[in-house]
């Protein structure tokens, strides 16, 4: 599909330019994108304001719901064409493709629902006076968003926006567009009014940062790397305008010697393998107690040989990596760390007859990291854990807090009163006791401290973040 979604019609980019979608399976060419510029976020950003002022802006908070509920089933009812779609993107395998599409239809499920649900409030004021905060939507919002969850990510940052009654512009990242588009059209099936929702498929650094930096936007939210997220914040503080970021992180698994480990193993193994490692709240670092770290480590060891790689159709444990580029990086932090004496615990098996080409990487479990080094301190964004000894709880919390990043933390450990210090003690924006929640959970505020960005998604807290107040001083005597 190579148009962009404007005004809700399907557009040429006004280069005529496109830029070719490639297969992470085999790294070859399968579809077309339009490779939208400037000129394409300038007629998408007046689109968006001409609805927020026009058609969509006029319905009632009940009347936009409807429309997401109607959006949500034709997700739901399309969610095997969608995943396809999805998997041949992004190499996912096929159950985690129809995992995103579900939970895509469940954000416009939840939000739908909470659209005629926000309110506002009376404030009690001087005699004479009744004084009314109103929340009122943006206008205009801008949404970066990245390739490795393109129809959750899509479903998290839209839906929320719409309920609240803004008008969106959306740049998916180029590596992963075709599910938004097909959703675009959807959206024109369930009703959504002309300029609602558009998309500006194309480059970062040419359609992403015309968005970010428009004076016609009222609100940026971007997902994907500090270094982009940084540019973004700039951009949008030219304008004065609030951004939201969330941009990564390397979460802390917390074991005490007292896990119940049948429970644990398998759920720390997936926080770090689901999605071949591509996502924000990969459990990358583990966290041992260190009377049982041998034992403990051994088991994620024989839990991590088992894991699998394959194409989406094998359906095994991951897919490949989403293009050359990660491709390189993961294979190169996994050398380096190789290189550098760090031992390697245990790696998962690629399948024997995969496509040449394809962007495959092994899994790999790495031991007794040092906590200095680039694989304890960066997002490797690939299926690679990186396992620490402590020795007691205020060691486990140093360490635990010893990155940049703050968004997520586990703790496994019966010991209540632990799980309630640790938790607290932790600085990230989710803690899970004896479970782990990577991407799930709508219902869920979520976002980061420190370095991981700022801001909420998910939850009441994004129909906040996405929205404004409005204090009414009404004299009446
Ligand atoms: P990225 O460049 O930050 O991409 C994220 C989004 O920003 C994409 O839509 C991208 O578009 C867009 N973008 C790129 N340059 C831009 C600019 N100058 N102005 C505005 N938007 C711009 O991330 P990446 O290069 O794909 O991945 C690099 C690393 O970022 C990963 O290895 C990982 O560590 C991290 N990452 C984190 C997350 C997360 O969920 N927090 C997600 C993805 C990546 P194009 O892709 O079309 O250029
Ligand atoms: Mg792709």
Known sequence: MSKLFIDGKWVDAVSGETISVVSPVDGEAFDAIARGRDADVDAAVSAARRAHEGAWGRLSATERGRILTKLAQRIADNTEELARLEARDTGKPMSTARNDIQVLARYFEFYAGAADKVHGQIIPFL??????????????????????????????TIAPALAMGNATVLKPAEDACLSTLRV??????AGLPDGALNVVTGYGHEAGAALAGHPGIDFVTFTGSNEVGTLVQQAAARNAVKCVLELGGKSPQIVFADVDAARAVPTIVKAIVQNTGQTCTAGSRLLVERSI???????????????????PEMDFDCGPVVNRTQFERVNAMVDAAKRGGVPVVSQGQLASNLPRGGYFVQPTLFGNVPV??????????????????????????????????????????????RQQRVAKAVRCGQVFVNCYGAGGGVELPFGGVKRSGHGREKGFLALEEMSTTKTVVQFHG
């Open 293 to 311: 770290y041998e034992k403990f480590v051994g088991q994620i060891g024989e839990a991590f040989a088992a894991v699998r790689v394959g194409t």
């Open 127 to 156: 005699n004479g006076y009744t004084v009314s905060l109103l929340r009122e939507p943006l206008g205009v919002t801008a949404h970066i968003i990245p390739w490795n969850y393109p129809a959750q990510m899509l479903g998290r």
């Open 372 to 417: 200095r080094s680039d694989l304890a301190q960066k997002e490797v964004f690939g299926p690679v854990l990186a396992a620490f000894p402590f020795d007691d709880e205020a060691d486990a919390i140093a360490l635990a807090n010893s990155t940049d990043y703050g968004l997520l933390a586990a703790v496994w450990t019966e010991n209540g009163g």
């Open 184 to 189: 675009a059209q959807l959206a024109v099936e």
